[in-house]
């Protein structure tokens, strides 16, 4: 079965600055999709960004990227001029390609020191 | 379009209640997701349907909940009786068999007391 984890259950970062949120799976699939979703205090699940597995390329969006190292099975998110409207839950997901099933971790609460 | 829309966004109730919470997916999109979150487990996937027909209730915890889309707009989730431990936040998404992302509803806070 496949899992997600994220293991920093907490981040903070000081407003402007630059913030590395860590994300690791494990599967055995070769073609799959990556997400990051943000869920501020208002609790709705929000897509940041997402990175389909064959593509080199690290997606970006705006002021989010992704390091995707496939080998290394590691998806992290950095958040770049970090402002207060950032400040949330964070939750990666694993979706294998071909089934509409994701598989989400734990989170990492991100708190904006102002 | 209004996204995905979920009714109640609150409920409070007493234990052995029957609660029934709801969802409209995003008209036009093929598959839809029910998700239950909580602080000990996360955001665990509990069934999902696609052209309204159940593909995956593994996650359903037991016989107390059930799940139903009669049509494509609108889905149901019914828990009876309902306990404590079912507190949590419940959310539903939807999907275009086109794309990759899945939407979220607002969810419904759900309080057994």
């Known amino acids: 079965a496949q899992t997600v984890t994220q293991s920093q259950p907490e981040m903070s970062v000081q407003e402007a600055e630059t913030v590395t949120l860590s994300c690791t799976y494990d599967?055995?699939?070769?073609?799959?999709?990556l997400f990051w979703y943000k869920q501020p205090p208002s609790r709705q699940m929000i897509l940041v960004i997402r990175?389909?597995?064959?593509?080199?390329q690290n997606a970006t969006e705006n002021r989010f990227s992704v390091n995707f190292q496939k080998a290394a099975k590691s998806f992290s998110l950095k958040i770049s001029d970090s402002q207060l409207g950032d400040a949330a839950m964070y939750f990666c997901?694993?979706?294998?390609?071909?089934?509409?099933?994701?598989?989400f971790g734990t989170g990492t609460r991100l708190t904006i020191i102002p | 379009d209004a996204g995905v829309i979920q009714s109640p966004r609150h409920e409070v109730t007493e234990m052995g209640q029957e609660v029934t919470l709801r969802c409209k997916p995003i008209?036009?999109?093929?598959?839809l997701f029910w998700y239950r979150q909580t602080m000990m487990r996360g955001l665990e996937l509990l069934i999902y349907f696609n052209n309204n027909v159940p593909i995956d209730d593994s996650g359903m915890p037991e016989d107390r909940f059930s799940a139903k889309m009669p049509n494509a707009s609108f889905s149901t989730l019914k828990i009876q009786p309902s306990e404590p431990r079912d507190s949590a936040v419940y959310f539903c998404?939807?999907?275009?068999?086109?794309?990759?992302?899945?939407?979220f509803g607002p969810g419904t806070r759900l309080t057994v007391l």
């Open positions: 998404a939807s999907l275009s068999g086109s794309g990759n992302e899945q939407f």
């Open positions: 990175q389909e597995a064959y593509k080199q």
């Open positions: 008209s036009g999109h093929d598959y």
């Open positions: 599967t055995s699939e070769s073609d799959y999709y």
């Open positions: 997901a694993y979706g294998r390609f071909g089934n509409e099933k994701l598989t």
